[in-house]
């Protein structure tokens, strides 16, 4: 089965400051993929980034980043200079792709990020 | 291009009562995605349609949960005999689903959902 770990329910930042969201993932699909999606106050999910497991390089968008550990099972995300427009729910995701828990998205229970002037 | 949509954007029900959520695909994507949101939590997954295979219905959590696809059109999701526990936010996602060197690729888009009441 596949698990999606999100241990910080709320982050509360000054803006401009960094902050990094962390997720955890279990899996025994050899290939699949990982997600970030932005949820916010309007509720309506926004993607984010999708990385597949053989791809390891971090990859960096403007103000986010993302840092991709196997070795941990850590997909975490870092949004540098935080805005209050970065105030959201972030929803960190895995699938399985054909052969595993098939293209389903098992999802973390989230990280509320409040950032405040 | 258009994103996905659902309707209606509300739904307030009285227990018992059926109801019908409707979402209509990014055009041209081949798969689509139920998933439920219940307050402050993650999204589950429901069931999924790739297109004319038999649909991943492994999600839906009673028989009371049914959905219809045509086609790759139009994606009907259907509670009978609403209860207060089915309260919350559903939401439909739709993908472009490709398959490479035997792996997929296939990120959801992911529509404004359907908040449903259920009194």
């Known amino acids: 089965a596949q698990k999606v770990t999100q241990a910080q329910t709320e982050i509360s930042v000054v803006e401009k400051e960094d902050v990094t969201l962390d997720c955890v993932y279990e899996t025994r699909d050899t290939t699949y993929y990982l997600f970030w999606y932005k949820q916010p106050p309007s509720g309506e999910l926004v993607f984010l980034i999708r990385r597949n497991s053989f791809d390891e390089q971090n990859e960096i968008s403007g103000r986010y980043s993302w840092n991709f550990q196997k070795s941990t099972s850590s997909f975490n995300f870092t949004i540098t200079a935080s805005q209050v427009v970065d105030s959201a729910v972030y929803f960190c995701?895995?699938?399985?792709?054909?052969?595993?828990?098939?293209?389903?998205?098992?999802f973390g229970t989230g990280t509320q990020l409040k950032v405040e002037l | 291009g258009a994103g996905v949509s659902q309707s209606p954007s509300n739904k307030v029900t009285e227990k018992g009562k059926d109801v019908e959520l409707r979402c209509d695909p990014i055009?041209?994507?081949?798969?689509l995605y139920w998933y439920r949101q219940r307050l402050g939590q993650g999204l589950e997954f429901l069931i999924y349609?790739?297109?004319?295979?038999?649909?991943?219905k492994s999600g839906l959590p009673s028989d009371r949960f049914s959905a219809e696809r045509t086609g790759e059109s139009v994606s009907t999701l259907t509670i009978q005999r609403t209860q207060q526990e089915d309260s919350a936010v559903y939401l439909c996602?739709?993908?472009?689903?490709?398959?490479?060197?035997?792996?997929?690729?296939?990120?959801?888009?992911f529509g404004p959902g359907t908040r449903l009441t259920v009194l």
């Open positions: 349609f790739q297109g004319n295979s038999a649909p991943d």
């Open positions: 055009s041209g994507h081949t798969a």
């Open positions: 995701a895995l699938s399985g792709g054909v052969t595993g828990g098939g293209n389903k998205l098992t």
């Open positions: 996602a739709s993908s472009l689903f490709s398959t490479s060197g035997g792996t997929s690729t296939d990120t959801q888009y």
